[in-house]
């Protein structure tokens, strides 16, 4: 398991608006509807797909509802027009690098993690960079908000 990753991911891709003007080729702003601002925060990934063309942007740096626009990290590669679905991800964990053969326990200790919300995917992401086959086993734990 040494030198592995493990990404873990919520929500990866879920749709949650659409664009209200063309986004140009190297744009880093972008103008969106305004039901966006109730699902999105600084530090999620936003990706920018109308069937034909798939850019992601990277985090959220900037949020402005007032001017209907967001500040993402990477600049747009492509040209989309308005109207182009808007998506989310959340990264839980990113390219967690393995460094040692122990038990990893993440969140251990009296953290608990985020409610996730009924019907939502949850996507874990193990990399394998030795080139030989393994097990990987992990556990994760419920906890009943109820």
């Known amino acids: 398991m040494?030198?592995?990753?493990?990404?873990v991911m919520a929500v990866p891709e879920t749709t949650v608006g659409a664009l209200t003007a063309p986004a140009s080729?190297?744009?880093t702003v972008l103008n969106v509807d305004p039901g966006i601002f109730s699902y999105i925060q600084r530090g999620y990934v936003i990706t920018l797909d109308d069937g034909v063309n798939k850019d992601v942007l990277g985090r959220v740096t900037a949020m402005d509802s007032g001017a209907g626009t967001i500040t993402v990290k990477t600049p747009t590669t492509n040209a989309f027009a308005a109207g182009t679905p808007v998506k989310m991800s959340i990264?839980?964990?990113?390219?967690?690098?393995?460094?040692?053969?122990?038990?990893?326990?993440i969140g251990g200790k009296g953290m608990k993690g985020k409610n996730?919300?009924?019907?939502?995917?949850?996507?874990?992401?193990?990399?394998?960079?030795?080139?030989?086959?393994?097990?990987?086993?992990?556990r994760p734990e419920y906890y009943n908000n109820g």
């Open 2 to 7: 040494i030198g592995d990753e493990i990404t």
């Open 25 to 27: 080729a190297s744009d």
């Open 91 to 105: 990264y839980i964990l990113k390219d967690i690098y393995i460094a040692d053969t122990n038990v990893i326990e």
């Open 116 to 138: 996730v919300p009924a019907g939502k995917i949850i996507r874990v992401y193990y990399t394998n960079n030795s080139g030989t086959a393994k097990t990987f086993r992990w």
